[in-house]
């Protein structure tokens, strides 16, 4: 074996040991409050990934689109393919700039939090995504405290994931585990429009 | 109606003609390379979010996992049940530092990328997805120009998704689309094992 490999191999080694008491020291379980925001591409994909492996778990899945999209989703047409597993609601209007009443949009942000709400509560669902939300909550379009307040008094060991650019620090500070996705470059800049598969 | 309501009527109605111009100057298909890195969570599970968009959308789909995680994953349970939609290859040993064996690290890879190669020049997949190749790429486990020349010829339309921490400034540069996931916050450091349908 050349050098380089055995320098390789006890590197390896001593990372083995340092991940493997970093996973020793992580024993609990939890119902996770994940959090994706900022401004790159990848968020709502991101929980509609998380739907798949808790599918795959055998999991039951609740998911809430608090903004409807111009165009219609191949995420919505896949999953409601099984509707025993996956209860799925598009529940918002549209983009805040389409409807263009304030109005409106907290009598849709109203209902569609209602029935994110009845989904906390249901211990059949062991995932929840709330797509979008913090948009709602950007704009001011619920109530934060109640928002919280509702997400903290969920049954017992469910998962919830939120998706949206600006989240409210007061979520970040109530989630356990929130990433921030960055745009380093987008292929809209370049004149490319939104592609099947990728962007809805 | 209240005048800060007809504000806010005004302010997105110049909003949506921001957008409107933006979406019209955005008017070209072509088949994307997207990245995603950064160390945050979610990077994996937006690409299994974009294959369930582009079943939706009626497209098959190509999977290479170039790390076999430690667990067997929903993504994957859930995945092979379409076999006719969704070829769905785990090819990688394991993490390095659990393999220890640089030489066997690289056989593993190579088979991998003449997987994943085949699967490149395939036209009938509308999206291929190769899961932690950026960190393959990062140990010089494959040559970086072989990879970048495959990924520049392949079939024509097709969409690709490279995950992984530390994506390489050349792969970068050859992307339409990049996204940086940032930690924020992860519950592991707080003490919280991996969790089903979320992190596997």
């Known amino acids: 074996m050349a050098p380089s490999d055995e320098r390789h191999r006890a590197r390896m080694a001593r990372k083995q040991e340092v991940v493997a008491a970093k996973v020793a020291r992580a024993s609990r379980d939890k119902g ?20 798949a492996r808790a599918l795959g778990h055998g999991m039951k899945v609740g998911v809430v689109q608090f903004i409807k999209g111009a165009f219609s989703t191949g995420e919505e047409a896949f999953f409601r393919r099984f509707p025993e597993e996956v209860d799925y609601r598009v529940m918002g209007e549209g983009f805040t700039w389409v409807t263009q009443d ?8 109203e209902a569609a939090w209602e029935t994110a709400r009845a989904m906390l509560q249901n211990p059949e669902l062991g995932l929840v995504v709330l797509d979008e939300l913090n948009i709602v909550l950007k704009h001011g379009y619920l109530p934060l405290e109640r928002v919280l307040a509702d997400l903290s008094r969920r049954t017992a060991g469910q998962h919830v994931v939120v998706t949206g650019r600006g989240a409210r620090p007061e979520l970040i500070e109530l989630a356990d585990t929130v990433s921030e996705v960055a745009n380093v470059k987008h292929a809209f800049a370049q004149g490319i429009r939104a592609q099947k598969g990728i962007e809805f």
Chains 1, 2 share one sequence.
């Open 32 to 51: 996770l409050l994940l959090v994706l925001t900022g401004i790159g591409k990848g968020k709502s994909s991101s929980a509609f990934g998380m739907i």
């Open 102 to 109: 304030r109005q409106r949009d907290r009598q849709a942000a």
